[in-house]
Structures are given as structure tokens and as C-alpha cells.
């Protein structure tokens, strides 16, 4: 499912404009991504949390050059789903 396939099923299902309906998923994703770039985690009761890990350093291999390479500790964003989202998905959702 794409951003504009979201955009057009609540579109329908609200009986909202699309243009109106875009502008409020572009806004919530740019609040969300501003909430972590400011280190702020974003917490949605019954959905789930972007939430901002920290990657350790580690030593990487540059294979090109046959050299390691120190891999600095960085911070990289994350989601990590509600209860009742992974439950959701794991009772209604054929395993493939």
C-alpha cells in the first residue's frame, strides 16, 4: 500500500477531499520525522512507537580496499508495534 492508496481510502471513507486528506498525512509524517530528528520519540496508544535506537560502533570491512573501517555508534529511527497491532497481524494474516 502506498501513501496515495491511504490518502484515497480515507478519502472514501470519510467522504473527505483527497487534496485536504494528503495535506493532514503529509503533516502528521513531517511531525513525526521533526519529533525525531529533535530526539523525541512519538508514542500512538494501540498502534505503536517511533522511536530512536542507538546503533553501537563496530568494525566493518571495506572489501573494495581489503581494509576495515570503524563504523561510528549512530542513531537510526525505529517502529516498534502495539500489542493489539501484532496480535492483529499475527490472528489475521496467513503465514506465507
Partial sequence: MTKADIVAKISDKLGIEKG???ATVETFMEEVK????SGDNVYLRGFGSFIIKTRAEKT???ISKNTTIKIPSHNIP????AKV???GVKTNVDVK
Avoid at 521533526?34 to 530528528?37: M, R, V
Avoid at 525505529?78 to 508495534?81: G, Q, R, S, T, V
Fill in 60 to 62: 566493518g570491512r571495506n
Fill in 34 to 37: 521533526s519529533s525525531l530528528e
Fill in 85 to 87: 497491532f501484532v496480535e
Fill in 20 to 22: 485536504d486528506v494528503q
Fill in 78 to 81: 525505529a517502529f516498534k508495534p
